[in-house]
């Protein structure tokens, strides 16, 4: 998480938009290692949840 909480202070300071949205998408990436980390049986779960709530969605259109 400490990963994380550093690209999203870097996102705060850069000027470009570009490199704002690419900090932020890092520092995502890295909460969620962090969390498969912590407890990989919790993150499974959420990750099979997500998926189904996007297949649902999508044959919803």
């Not at 099979?48 to 969605?57: D, P, V």
Request: aromatic share 4%.
């Amino acid at each position: 998480m400490r990963l994380a909480a550093e690209h999203e202070k870097r996102s705060a300071d850069a000027q470009s938009l570009e490199l704002k949205a690419k900090f932020l998408e890092v520092a995502a990436q890295y909460r969620e290692l962090a969390l498969q980390l912590d407890d990989p049986e919790k993150w499974r779960a959420n990750l099979i949840e997500s998926s189904e709530a996007k297949q649902k969605q999508a044959t919803s259109l």
